[in-house]
Nanobody, 124 residues
């Protein structure tokens, strides 16, 4: 059974940092792309970042470039999202997901399995 479990969310002041973790199990972790998405109340889910399992390529949404860094530790079956210089507009539930077919994608529909999400709240 494929499982993705996010952790590391919380409440932080603007300008602060958080590191999210996505622990995966139930599939050959090294082979597949892991993506981070977020969804704020009343808004659509948006792609934040992803990292390919095949070649390590990464993608960042323009809104987080230079502030967020995605990485993966294949030995631990875990992907991290390091977030710096957080802004109130980063407030959302953050989800990780695995894409079986795509190397790099920021479309939620390209991802097959999802975690339950972790809340990130940035106060002004």
């Amino acid at each position: 059974e494929v499982q993705l479990v996010e952790s590391g969310g919380g409440l932080v002041q603007a300008g602060g940092s958080l590191r999210l973790s996505c622990a995966a199990s139930g599939f050959t972790f090294d082979d597949y792309t892991i993506g981070w998405f977020r969804q704020a109340p009343g808004k659509e889910r948006e792609g934040v970042s992803c990292i390919s399992g095949v070649d390590g390529r990464t993608y960042y949404a323009d809104s987080v470039k230079g502030r967020f860094t995605i990485s993966r530790d294949n030995a631990k079956n875990t992907v991290y999202l390091q977030m710096h210089s957080l802004k109130p507009e980063d407030t959302a539930v953050y989800y990780c997901a695995v894409s079986i077919y795509y190397s790099i994608s920021y479309y939620a529909t390209d991802y097959n399995y999802w975690g339950q999400g972790t809340q990130v709240t940035v106060s002004s």
